[in-house]
T-cell receptor, first 112, second 114 residues
Framework: GESVGLHLPTLSVQEGDNSIINCAYS??????FIWYKQESGKGPQFIID?????DKRQGQRVTVLLNKTVKHLSLQIAATQPGDSAVYFC???????????FGSGTRLSIRP | DTAVSQTPKYLVTQMGNDKSIKCEQN?????MYWYKQDSKKFLKIMFS???????INETVPNRFSPKSPDKAHLNLHINSLELGDSAVYFC?????????????FGDGTRLSIL
């Protein structure tokens, strides 16, 4: 079946450093990918998305890279701040589907 | 303004009871969803409605019955609650199910079964 996985369940980063969270997906038909951030006691919050016709997209302090050849995407957070502490989910879907498959989440913690 | 709002935020009840969770979105979206998040943070879709019609039903026990009175509301009723139903339930909405747009989530309802 379809799956979306994350390489590491937890990631600890020094404040000010860059964070990289990786994700693999299994369905080669996936054409739309999203990263969500979930803070404690809150729902998942949209961060950035990318369509399969792109391999890179940048937002404010965040960059998503997509490698369709190996079915891998990553989220890079520049100059990580304490407010970036959260669980990050990648998710994948494809045009003819009505649902998004979520990965299991990576907990990002920031060391002062 | 809260885009997707769920009530209640916390729900503590005993096994065997029946309970409902309500969800409303003010984004003008056509599609709404219910997800279940377990203790390991895994998010799994349960149901999806598009313009009040059920489009996804992911092998959820029939004790769970969603109801969509209009496209801005999707409620979840659960009969005969079991210990395994303890989880956080999230409501979400999107413009439509196939347009590759992000879903917007509520802040969840934490259901605890005693």
């Amino acid at each position: 079946g379809e799956s979306v996985g994350l390489h590491l369940p937890t990631l600890s980063v020094q404040e000010g450093d860059n964070s990289i969270i990786n994700c693999a997906y299994s369905n080669s038909a996936s054409d739309y990918f999203i990263w969500y951030k979930q803070e404690s006691g809150k729902g998942p919050q949209f961060i950035i998305d990318i369509r399969s016709n792109m391999d890179k997209r940048q937002g404010q302090r965040v960059t998503v890279l997509l490698n369709k050849t190996v079915k891998h995407l990553s989220l890079q957070i520049a100059a990580t701040q304490p407010g970036d502490s959260a669980v990050y989910f990648c998710a994948a879907t494809y045009s003819s589907a009505s649902k998004i498959i979520f990965g299991s989440g990576t907990r990002l913690s920031i060391r002062p | 303004d809260t885009a997707v709002s769920q009530t209640p935020k916390y729900l503590v009840t005993q096994m065997g009871n029946d309970k409902s969770i309500k969800c409303e979105q003010n984004l003008g979206h056509d599609t709404m969803y219910w997800y279940k998040q377990d203790s390991k943070k895994f998010l799994k879709i349960m149901f999806s409605y598009n313009n009040k019609e059920l489009i996804i039903n992911e092998t959820v026990p029939n004790r769970f019955s969603p109801k969509s009175p209009d496209k801005a509301h999707l409620n979840l009723h659960i009969n005969s609650l079991e210990l395994g139903d303890s989880a956080v339930y999230f409501c979400a909405s999107s413009q439509d199910p196939n347009s590759n747009q992000p879903q917007h989530f509520g802040d969840g309802t934490r259901l605890s079964i005693l």
